[in-house]
Every structure is written in structure tokens, then in C-alpha cells.
């Protein structure tokens, strides 16, 4: 095999081949006039203030101050809409679109403003003068709709940011859907992120028979902002190859750009009509292993029909056409000529009457509006709640131990057992490891490559990429239904910006008068550092916290449910939830239940109590109060309770658990009021905070509550941590029971009443841990006895 | 094209054929030798705790306590090794490995102590009996080596914990070291992660010329942790299709597991003659455009030569051999036996000798120590630090506005001039956006499949992944050279994990005796919320902040320069600090230069001061400290600091600013000290903070400083934005000099010395932010005057 270079390629055998004529050059007419248009409104809304269809010489007065926007993904937009609307209306099609380079928003905006989707949600954007000056002077002004998609616009369920995630969403929104077509616009940028490039392999989680299509389409212009792009510069055999290789067929449009709207609606046909073969034989029984899906790849130069050069210099195909292709129109006169000759060349006379509606031809090219893209149901107002039964069902007894999440499981599958085509668990293959495996007794995994769950209809989707749950979960709950994503604890964070960027389009879309509510996005962490004492410091990091508390406070909800009945009270809770983004973190160990399932639902809707009967004194009057905030840590605050009640009796310490974090905020709308944080927290004791995370996260929460600082102390994970012992894991970061014993043994004042020789006592603790570190060491696991359920018996 | 499944592809003449008989049977038997060795070592890793040779019955007493870690990779990375080692011996090579199967450190740990290199760095881990207890009773118990790679092991050069990142640090590694070949296992497992996905590209980006090899061997065993792999259910067909996109030459290694040892040996030459090829081509001035690199596909079953069933289930092959495959070892007679007959089966008696020491011909296999795997210079001590020049070389006036990334950008070319073979640039396709644009002056970008560029050296690597640009900069750096990551200040958390895994790996090198330094990673955040009003809401993500906080104090610098010389004298300090993660935050945008070289250079020192000429009275006895942290925030402190001054000019207002947020700290070492901390931030007055990122960050680092909470108020960014102007941004969120002087004016004492009416200035105050509004959103702009630098004339 002496071939060594890429060039010597020849996958054209595998290269989809469509005859362009299948749909006739009249037939497309209608939509290369609406491309007209859109490209006319998505160059004008970057310049225009005024004069908005140059009925008037154009003058700098008529340009923006400030020019915002990116005209070089919006051509591409406007031709993939035009002819996705053509297949729509002569197909009678159920199809949405996501947009990857949402920075093109003027394009998307253009389209949706002549589709009549704008003026649907928005009456100030109708088809009248003033809504067409309110398009185009109102993008990118303060208070006008934004430079880049979001959930402002109709029919979005994704917002057009950080780059990565749209053809994940794309899966997750066709899931249990059969009817709809997902298209998906993949820029060449975003094309070459991690997120994107493992996504292409979604397709082969999609069951045909009940799940709906995706039809991704590449769109390669070349450059990103400023340097070309890897596909941009891959020859069609490397692009055929690798996209055969991920299991698509794959049609090129645009090599031969003279002839690209007949090319575009012919492929879409064909791509269609390939849609429809793969799903017909799914649904009679005859289903393909390893249908190869279409795709479509289209090559186009970036700022297509937009100004070719201006100072020499060529910006038609260039990345000087990405953002605002003549930056200096408002005071330079070659560019100001430029720019009136390039939105001139769209006839603009041809596309608005004389009172600044639409031609009748435009808008005659869509569809009925129950299948306009900017209108279909699934995109708002689609939500199903779940069916649940009540979660005392799945209690346990408060004498067991139980493992939160195994009983999390045995919940879980009856959700998916009550609701066969609404609820999905997306997961990076940990549902065993997680002790989450009941599920497995009421469905299979879903993964149609692996022929022995192929066509099963499972509604468990394992992959081992955490964006690609993410994307999923995100498609799958904004277009109506309900997810859940269990997690190791370390690697939930992986995900971290994606969840950012979700609740920013989830908070924009709460300010509208017309997104309706949608299921919240769910998460459980388990696997967490407390018991990743076996697979060691790697997978010892609970920072997905301290990135959620950042966001608004009215959208998250962060649960640490300290035993296997809180747990499920908290999962069933937050299944039924909405617009949230809800962290639930418990353990998959077998752990002590210290609430009946009376105890945890009054615990878990306060958020926050007092555990009187662990307690000295019922909790009355403590010196000191313990406080646990997750599994272990709450265990450790216990041992450390009792170890106190047994060698102090006359110490009155009160214990407290925090379930629900968010109580301890100031601002949150959980948050305890200062008589009721008081009436827990107390005034003046000591408080020594048990947590399970980073100390941070409670310094940050309680900051503004003013009788705290100076008297909390909190404990937590503090970056010490191997492949050891749990026992050693916690000593090692200051979380075991001695250390909250010493802690609050050292803080309380001296008090007669309290006749406690700290400093013995203090001794003998740390004299204990150094016994217990010796016999870890020697015999290389933790005395059987710190794992019993501490005694609070006199 | 009516093929409709991806099981008729046929790709036959792209898959690599190499004769197998190219290595005969008896070269190898030395290396299927040390096979047996190594995978017994890795068994008895796994499960013995005493009588390590088996040389008495095996009792459950000889059973550790716990069962730890992954058997499942073991055997595939014990056969990689060993043939890596032959061609390493045979040919002389200069090989490194990264192992991304991590978790199979039992593996990694067996060939290090075989060839010698566990005992060079740790003497108890010599060939002797001590030695080898040590090794197998020694691993994952509490104190010995943990049950995944990490910096404590030689030769490692990436953490073995969460998935996704081996193949962006091995090419990483090789840049710029043109004789070293980097092998680069990557398991099914991790091969599903984004990251992995499109780390495949990062070819594209190595000149043959400058740089090393890669050599990706993709391991298949067709199982995850409990759910069966995509590429393990993707056929020979669908794999060659699908890497010969990516760009490689892909053999297939295994679907004969007879005849697998001789087709390793032949399959490794073959990669490294075409290696030899590609490199010998371009460094004879004929450099192959698109050269196909090689990589293997090791087909090899889960837990291969492990125990192959236990209570009728079978585990070889399956999941089952995953982690530990006779979990109930220590107490059940059947898998007691099944260990026992397993272990044996490898004959330790033959690969030991009756002290305990490896027999000579295991020995011998090995090439000299400068050559061994785990002694390559390239994996420690081979630090290079940077030539650079004086930061004030590149430094502005005070009177000018500059641009700090504009400045740096100037420096930063100088360092790549000064330093052409040990500096690099990883960027997201940002440089130019970002204004770092004068390193073009001096450098190409590297992009060898772009014609353009192709063959010209460049050094400053553009690829839209920021998870490939920092495994790329990891790999670079822990190679012994220094990279920069500069990136808009919203999608460097994209990264988060990667950072965090990454200080884990540097935090437990600084607790070996023999990893010296290496260069620290360094980030540049520009392109920053307040500047992203005209990208929205989804630009504006300062996280990233929070997220480093909570990582080791020792390891964590976070600067914030407020202006252009500020900036490049902390990139300056930067670039030659060593072992940390250094985050710089600064502005693109031509700002204010508030101090004059040298005064920059004492503040950066310093981390904070007092800027007396921008406070009333000096600085001294204030009323109220005005703090700003980054560059528009301190920009609108010293415009309240100077409003303040006209307004109510016996108010004596100080100014501070922040520059090193880690002074703020109490446990940092750049933490001030008590005394240090009351003369900048005083003992009783208010503080007006005016921060760039999230408040919860200097609620974190100052909450332990008691004098503080209480009267520190926090402004900051609060999730609110959309496209607007810069000045909306600010006061959407508190953060404009009108919010900081009223929060001043209402927080000081009323004060006779004082005599202002905090009434009716406030009033006023929010009189014109209400003005500055109104005249927004009439003219899509910010007043002009609200950018002049402010005035403090009396």
C-alpha cells in the first residue's frame, strides 16, 4: 500500500447522485424570490436605520450607528429555508428547523417575518410599514430583537451561541416524534467542534419507527471568523468518506453554483424520499439494519450575493464577508455606494409594495401556517406533563438501609412504564454503575447499531458523550416532553457551558408572552468524590454546583437528598417541575434511611429542618449546631452527634440537614426568611457546616445573611483525595465525624453548664483518627464499625 | 443510488493490508513473554494482597479487603506495550505513550516495573521481593499507586480519569520535537466523546518537517462499562471509511486473534515505514500535501486471556470483564478457584525467579534506559523556559487610549520571534477577533491542509475546539514547552473539566521528588461580557472564574489587568512563572491607560493598590473605598470616583484596584496579610466593589476575612444582557458609576464633615441613567461622553 496522500481518494461510487432536473427550474422560481427577499432583509436590518427600502438615495444618515450582525452565514440560511419551505408546502411536511450558525439571525428573522411568524407572536413586527421598519431598524438595537438567534424567535429550540450543539439537539427534538423532520444547519465552524463531530454518530440511536428524522446539512462556506475551515478544505471524496463512514449517504450541492437552487430542491426531494423509504420499512415490520440516512452537504460562498469588494479588496467568499461586510458604511463613500448597490440588486421594488407589505408571490410560497416552520407546535406549547404515582410507593423503611439510587431506579421505571413515549433517560453508559439498573427490568437501551436491541424501542439512551445527553435532553424537553440525566458526579461538568447557554435561552424565553412552560432539565449526580475513593483523585469533583448557583435564581434548584426516601420525594418532585434546571445528589451506596417517608416528604418541601430526635435536647437551646448538607457528610454529622451526646451529655447540639440548597440563599425564591433561618440557624451558636461539595457554595449563599459570617464554619471537599478509603477520603479533607466533633467542641464558649474538658476531648479524637488511619493503612480498608448507623440511644 | 444500508459499503482498497509473516513468530516470542507477565502482574494488581507468586494454594485470606480496579483494558495495553517496546528496541525509536484507557493503570504500572523505570523514580518498587509486594499489594491500597494513571507514574504525560482527551495531548506532545513518535491508545469508550471525535482532524495540523508523530491505535473491545460501544458495532467497512475521511491510512488489527501478536509486530512496522515516508518526504523539501498518516484499529476481546466465565456467565469478551472480574473472590470457593487457575495460567514461576526478581530474558526485551518508555526526557525535566524581552519594551504612555490585547499581541510576536521552537498559540479561530492580530506580522497560522499556508511553519494553531486547543496546550506543556490559550471569555469553560482534570495531574507531580517544573498553562479571557453587547446574551459568561477558585490554591492565578501596560506586564510575569494555571482577563477595546509603566509594573507586583491620584485626599482617611476589578468595571469606578469628586467634593473617596484577585484570598499564597489587607481595604467603611465576573467569587475569597462581610457590597455581573450598548450593559446589571456613586453616597455614615444631600444627588444620579436610556434606545447608541477618560481636575 504505497497510497500516502488524501488526494488519491475516490469515494465517488458512495457519493449520492441526483438528477437536478427531477424538479423543473419554473417550479423553484417562487423561492429564489423569497431568497431575494430575505437576503435583501438580512443585509438591510445590519445597515438600515432609515430609508429601510431605499426608496430614497441612500446616505449615511440612513446607517445604523453601530453595525452588528453576521451577514456571512445568511445567504446559505435564506436558501436552505426557501427550499425547506418549498418541501414543506408540496409535501405537506411536519418540519422544523434548528440553526447552528445562529449568529445569522438576520436570516432567520427575514424568513420568519415574511412567513407571518413574527407578526404571529409579535404584532408590532406585522406586515406593515411599521412593522418592516421595526424589523429592520429594530435588529441589534438596544430593545429590538438580538444579533443571534434565540427564544425570542419563533420556532427556535436552541440558541445561536456557543458553537457545538445543534445537530444533538436536532436528535433529541425527532425522538418519539415519527411525523416530524428535524433539519439541522451545521456551519463549518461549529463542524469542527468535539460536540458536533461525535454527534454525526446520533442516527444510529434513531428508531424509524417511532421516532421522526434528522436531516443535518452541512454548509460549508470555507472560513470560520477568520481562518479556513478543516471541511472547508476537505476534498468531496475525504467528505464522502468520513460521512459514509459515519453511516449517511451524502448528496454535495453547490459544486456548481450556477445551478444550486435546482440542485437544493432536488436534493431535499431526494433526501425526503429517502426518509420516508427508511421509515416506511421500519413501520411495516421490515426494518433496515443500519439504514444510511441522508445528508446533505452544501457548498456556498460565505456572504453569497453580497458585496464582492470594496478597497480592492475581494469580500464575497472571504471571511471579510463573516460579520458586517462594509464595517465603514456609514462614513465612507465607496462603501456607502456599495452597500446601496448590493441591497439595490435585490430589487427591493419587486419584493414590497407601496405600502411596505409583502408581494402577494411571497407570501403565496408558504405553507398553511400549521406547518410554517416558525409555527409548529412542537417548537412552543407542547408540553406533556408526566403520569406519576405517588413516591410513597417506592418508600422504604426507616430501619433499612437503602441505596438512594437503587430505589431512584425502582421509581424510574415505573415513569417509563406509565409513560411509553414521553419520558427519556439520557446517559453516558453509567445507569448500571449508578445503581440505576431496575430500569432495565421495564425497557431496553436504545442504540440500533448493536443487533441485539435493534428496533426494541428502548427508552434508555446510553452514549459515552455527555454533550451529546446534553443536546439530547435539551431537543428532547423544549419540544414538549420530559428527560432525566444521571451522572457521575465528576463529569455532569463537562457539560457546563451547554447548561449555561440553555437556561440563557430558557430565562429569554420566560420574558415572552408566548413560550409557554416546558419540563424542567433534570440531573442526578451520584458516583460522587465521597465514594470515588476507587477510582481516585480524577473523579473526586463537585464543582457542577458552583456553576449552577451563578445562574438566575429563579430557574435553579440544586437537591442533596440525604437518604433513599428523600431522594425519590426529591425525583419525583422534580420530574414534574417546570422551566428548571434541577441537580439532584445523592449516593448509589446502601445508607442509612433516617426519615420515615411521613419525615422526608415534610423535610423535603421545607428544604431545610431541624432532625429533632437526633438532637440533644430535641434540638431546643443548642450550644453548637451541626449541620449536613449530602449523603456522607450528613452521615459523618450524625456520628459526630452521637459521638457528642455520648461523650458530653450535657452539650446540646442541635443537627440540621440542608436538602434543599437553595434555602440557604438571600435571594432565591426557596430561600429561608430571616425568621425562619434564625429559627433553625439560631443567632449566635456556632455553626459548623458539614458539606458535601466545595466550601465555596456555602460561603457564597450565606454571605449576605449577616448573623452568619464569623460564626459558620463550613467543611467540604477541599481537593485532597486518591484512590484510598471513604473514611480516608473524608479525614483527608476535614469532613469525618471527629473533625466536626473537634470543630464544635473547639468553638463552643466555655460554659459551666457544658463541664466539658475540650482539650481531652480533642485529644482523644485526633487520637482516634490517627488509630483509624493506621488500620487503613495496614489493613488497606476502614473499620467495619464506621460504617454503622451511629446509636442515639442514652 | 438506491443503497440504503451502511452493511453493503464496501472499502476494501482503502484498508491497509501488511503481510503478517513481515516479523516472524520466534522475534516475538520475547514480547508475548512480557505479556504474560505483564497481564499476571496486572491480575495479581488487582486481587492479591499476599503470597503475590502463588506459590502456596491460594486462600481467601491472600484476597485484598477491596477489589479495585479495571481489568478489561489491561490485556490491550499490556500487548500494545510490549510491541511498542520491539520496535522501540529493533528500530531505536524515540516513543512516548499516552494511554487514554487510563483506567488500566494496572497495565501501565506492570510494564513500568518490568522495564525498570518504577524503580529508578521510587526505590521500594525495585525487582526484588519487597519490590513486587509492594507493586501488588501495594496497588490501590491506601498509600500505594492509584488504581488510575497519574502524574506519579514515569512516562505519563495525561491524568487517567475522565475520557476524551488523549488523542488532543499526544498531538500536542509531538509538535516541535520532529524524532519523537507519540502512540496514543484510545479505548471505544473514550473514541465516543466529542473531544476524541474531532481530535481525529488534529493530523491536519502536524508539519511533518518540524514536528513529531502520532500513531492512534483505536482499541476495540466492543464494550463501555455496562453498554456495547458504537465503534465496536461499526464494521471493518464503516471504520476505514471513516478514518480514510479523517485523513488516515487505517490497518485493522485482530479479526485473526491467532495470528494477533505477528500482525501487531508487522501492523507497527507498517506505521512506523509510513511515518518514515510522510516525514523523510517533507524534510527532503518534497512534503506529500494531505499525507495519509497511519493508525491501527486493534480489534482484541474485553479482559482478553482473563477468566473466562464464572457461575455460568460469561465474562471474557463481555462487560462483565470491565473492572474487577471475580468480584466475589475474597469469599466464594468457585471464584477463588477461577482466580487462582487464572493467575497461574500466565506460569509465573517461568517470568520469576525464586527471588522474586523478573527473570533476564523479560529483561532483556527492553531497550537502554534513555529509550524505555517511562525514562523519556520528553515526560519530565525537559522544561525550556522562554527568551523574552522586557515588558517595558511594549509599553504606552499613560496620556494614550490602547487596546491591551492590541499591546499584547505586539509582545506576544516578539516572543514568538525570540523563541521559534518553544512557543505556541492554541486558539479557537480568535486571534483576530480578539485583536491579537500583530502575531501575524511574524508567524503564519499552521494548517497543512489549507494549500495557502501548507508546509510554512506557523506557530499559532486555530482550530474551532477548544477542547483540542487545551489538550493540545497540555500536551505541549507537560513536554517541556509553553503555550498560550487566549479565548473569548464566554467559551473557555467549554474547557472546565479539562482544566480541572489537568491541575489534579500537575497537584499530585509537585508531590513526587522527581517531576521538576514545567511551564504553567496560560489563558487569555478577552472579548468579555461588557464588550459582548453587540454578540448578546449567550457571549456573556464569565464562569470560568469560579470554576478555577475552588481548584488548589498553590496552583491558581487569576489576573485581571485594568489597562493596556498592566496587561503586558502580567503576560510578561506569566509566561516564565512556572507550574500554575495563569488566567488573564482583560479588554480587546482601546481603553484608558491609568498608569505609566512603571507605576504598572509596581501594581502588578503588588496585585493591588491604592491609586492615590485617582482618590481625594490621596487615599487617605476615606469616607468610602471604591474598588474596581477589570477593565470596564474600574473604567466606571474612576468615573464615580471623579463624579463624586465634582459633585460632593468633601466626600474622601478611595480608589483601589485589583489586579491579582488571589490577594484577595486568605489561605492564597498571594494573599495579603492581615495588616496589608486593613491598609488597602481599611477596618470599617464601606467597600464598593465593582467586580468584572460573578460577585459570588469575591464573596468566596473574602468571606474568611471577618472584618469584612457586612460592609463589602458585591456589583458584578447578573445574568443580565441581550444586544445592546455597552453602557446598557453596565447598568442593566448595577455596575455603571451611577450604581457605584449611589451605592457609595447611600453606604457612607451621615457625616457632617461630609454635608451632601445623598438624597437628591441619588435622585439625580437615576435621573440619568434614566436619560442615558432614553437616548439609547432613540439612537441605537451610548452617549459619546460616557467613554471619555474621566476627569479629576479639581
Same mark, same amino acid.
Given at each position: 500500500?504505497?497510497s ?9 461510487k458512495? %457519493? ?10 419554473? #417550479?423553484i ?47 446559505a ?13 408540496s ?63 419563533p ?7 456557543e ?9 433529541g427534538?425527532a ?10 444547519? $451545521? ?8 460536540p ?48 459514509t463512514?459515519? +453511516? ?9 453554483? #450556477? ?5 437544493m430542491a ?31 452537504i ?7 450575493? +453580497? ?8 469580500? @464575497? ?10 464595517p ?19 430589487k ?88 440505576l ?31 451529546t445527553c446534553?443536546?439530547m435532553m435539551q ?24 447548561v449555561?447557554?440553555? %437556561? ?14 416546558? %419540563? ?55 420530574l ?51 449541620v ?13 452527634a ?19 440548597l437553595m $434555602? ?6 426557596? %430561600? ?8 433553625i ?9 458539614n458539606?458535601? +461539595? ?15 459570617? +464569623?460564626?459558620?464554619?463550613?467543611h ?13 477520603m ?31 476531648l ?12 493506621k488500620?487503613?493503612?495496614?489493613c488497606g480498608q ?11 440511644? @442514652?
Amino acid at each position: 500500500m504505497e497510497s500516502l496522500t488524501s488526494t488519491e481518494l475516490d469515494t465517488s461510487k458512495y %457519493a449520492v447522485q441526483v438528477d437536478i432536473n427531477n424538479v423543473s427550474k419554473d #417550479e423553484i422560481q417562487p423561492y429564489i424570490k423569497l431568497q431575494r427577499a430575505t437576503n435583501f432583509l438580512a443585509g438591510a436590518m445590519i445597515f438600515l436605520k432609515s430609508n429601510i427600502l431605499l426608496r430614497n438615495k441612500l446616505s449615511f444618515d440612513d446607517i445604523k450607528p453601530r453595525l452588528l450582525g453576521h451577514w456571512g452565514t445568511c445567504p446559505a440560511i435564506n436558501l436552505i429555508y426557501a427550499h425547506c419551505t418549498r418541501l414543506i408546502k408540496s409535501r405537506q411536511l411536519n418540519m422544523i428547523l434548528v440553526t447552528g450558525p445562529g449568529h445569522g439571525a438576520p436570516a432567520n428573522l427575514a424568513n420568519l417575518y415574511i412567513e407571518g411568524s413574527l407578526g404571529k407572536f409579535y404584532p408590532e413586527y406585522g406586515w406593515s410599514e411599521e412593522g418592516l421598519f421595526n424589523l429592520i431598524r429594530g435588529f441589534s438595537w438596544p430593545g429590538g430583537f438580538p444579533s443571534h438567534t434565540n427564544s425570542e424567535l419563533p420556532g427556535q429550540i436552541h440558541e445561536g451561541g456557543e458553537l457545538g450543539y445543534a445537530l444533538a439537539v436536532s436528535f433529541g427534538a425527532a425522538l418519539d416524534s415519527p411525523d416530524l423532520i428535524v433539519t439541522c444547519i $451545521v456551519g463549518d465552524g461549529e463542524a469542527e467542534t468535539g460536540p458536533t463531530a461525535t454527534a454525526w454518530h446520533a442516527i444510529k440511536y434513531l428508531d424509524p419507527s417511532t421516532s421522526g428524522a434528522v436531516l443535518p446539512i452541512l454548509n460549508l462556506n470555507g472560513f470560520k471568523i477568520s481562518e479556513r475551515t478543516i471541511y472547508g478544505c476537505m476534498s468531496d471524496d475525504e467528505l464522502v468518506a468520513l460521512f459514509t463512514g459515519y +453511516g449517511y449517504q451524502c448528496r454535495i450541492v453547490g459544486d456548481d453554483l #450556477e445551478n444550486i437552487q435546482q440542485d437544493m430542491a432536488s436534493s431535499l426531494e431526494w433526501a425526503h424520499d429517502t426518509i420516508r423509504k427508511i421509515q416506511k420499512a421500519a413501520r411495516s415490520g421490515q426494518a433496515i439494519y443500519k439504514p444510511r440516512w441522508p445528508m446533505l452537504i452544501l457548498r456556498s460562498p460565505k456572504g453569497w450575493t +453580497g458585496p464582492k469588494e470594496a478597497h480592492g479588496q475581494r469580500i @464575497e467568499g472571504t471571511f471579510h464577508a463573516h460579520q458586517v461586510p462594509l464595517p465603514a458604511a456609514k462614513k465612507d463613500d465607496e462603501e456607502l455606494g456599495i452597500l446601496e448597490k448590493w441591497l439595490k440588486s435585490y430589487k427591493p421594488e419587486e419584493l414590497f409594495s407601496e405600502d411596505y407589505t409583502p408581494k402577494q408571490d411571497l407570501l403565496d410560497v408558504f405553507p398553511d401556517d400549521s406547518l410554517k416552520m416558525g409555527m409548529r407546535k412542537e417548537t412552543y406549547g407542547n408540553y406533556h406533563p408526566l403520569s406519576l404515582a405517588e413516591w410513597q410507593d417506592f418508600s422504604v423503611k426507616q430501619e433499612e438501609d437503602a441505596s438512594p439510587m437503587k430505589q431512584a431506579g425502582k421509581y424510574l421505571a415505573d415513569v417509563i412504564k406509565r409513560n411509553p413515549e414521553a419520558f427519556r433517560i439520557f446517559c453516558p453508559d453509567e445507569m448500571m454503575s449508578n445503581k440505576l439498573d431496575t430500569v432495565f427490568d421495564v425497557s431496553e437501551r436504545v442504540f440500533e447499531w448493536d443487533k441485539d436491541v435493534f428496533g426494541k424501542k428502548g427508552r434508555i439512551l446510553e452514549i459515552l458523550s455527555e454533550h451529546t445527553c446534553q443536546g439530547m435532553m435539551q431537543g428532547y424537553t423544549l419540544t414538549g416532553r420530559t428527560a432525566l440525566f444521571p451522572s457521575y458526579e465528576a463529569f455532569l461538568g463537562i457539560v457546563t457551558t451547554m447548561v449555561i447557554q440553555y %437556561a440563557k435561552f430558557v430565562k429569554m424565553g420566560k420574558e415572552t408572552t408566548w413560550r409557554p412552560d416546558i %419540563a424542567s432539565l433534570n440531573y442526578i449526580e451520584t458516583s460522587t468524590l465521597w465514594r470515588q475513593e476507587h477510582n481516585g483523585f480524577s473523579h473526586q469533583v463537585p464543582g457542577f454546583i458552583n456553576s449552577l448557583i451563578n445562574l438566575k435564581a429563579d430557574m435553579v434548584r440544586i437537591y442533596l437528598p440525604p437518604d433513599a426516601n428523600c431522594m425519590i420525594s426529591t425525583l419525583h418532585h422534580c420530574l414534574q417541575s417546570k422551566n428548571y434546571v434541577n441537580l439532584m445528589i445523592s449516593s448509589k451506596h446502601p445508607t442509612s434511611v433516617w426519615l420515615t417517608p411521613e419525615e422526608a416528604d415534610r423535610h423535603c418541601r421545607a428544604g431545610v429542618s431541624i432532625w429533632r430526635k437526633y438532637s440533644s435536647n430535641e434540638g431546643a437551646h443548642p450550644h453548637v449546631i451541626l449541620v449536613g448538607c449530602g449523603v456522607e457528610t450528613t452521615f459523618e454529622v450524625l456520628a459526630a452527634a452521637a459521638l457528642l451526646r455520648k461523650d458530653c451529655p450535657r452539650l446540646r447540639v442541635r443537627v440540621v440537614n440542608v436538602t434543599d440548597l437553595m $434555602v440557604l440563599g438571600f435571594n432565591h425564591p426557596h %430561600a429561608l426568611s430571616r425568621t425562619e433561618f434564625a429559627s433553625i440557624f439560631g443567632t449566635h451558636q456556632p455553626i459548623i457546616f458539614n458539606f458535601h +461539595g466545595y466550601p465555596s457554595v456555602i460561603k457564597d449563599l450565606t454571605y449576605d445573611r449577616h448573623s452568619v459570617p +464569623g460564626r459558620l464554619h463550613v467543611h467540604g471537599y477541599k481537593e485532597e483525595g486518591t484512590t484510598t478509603t471513604p473514611f480516608h477520603m473524608l479525614t483527608a479533607n476535614g469532613c469525618s465525624r471527629f473533625d466536626i466533633a473537634i470543630d464544635a467542641l473547639q468553638r463552643v464558649a466555655p460554659n459551666d453548664d457544658v463541664d466539658i474538658n475540650v482539650h481531652e476531648l480533642v485529644t482523644e479524637y485526633r487520637h482516634r483518627i490517627k488509630e483509624h488511619s493506621k488500620y487503613i493503612e495496614e489493613c488497606g480498608q476502614d473499620p467495619a464499625d464506621l460504617n454503622e448507623r451511629p446509636s442515639f440511644s @442514652e
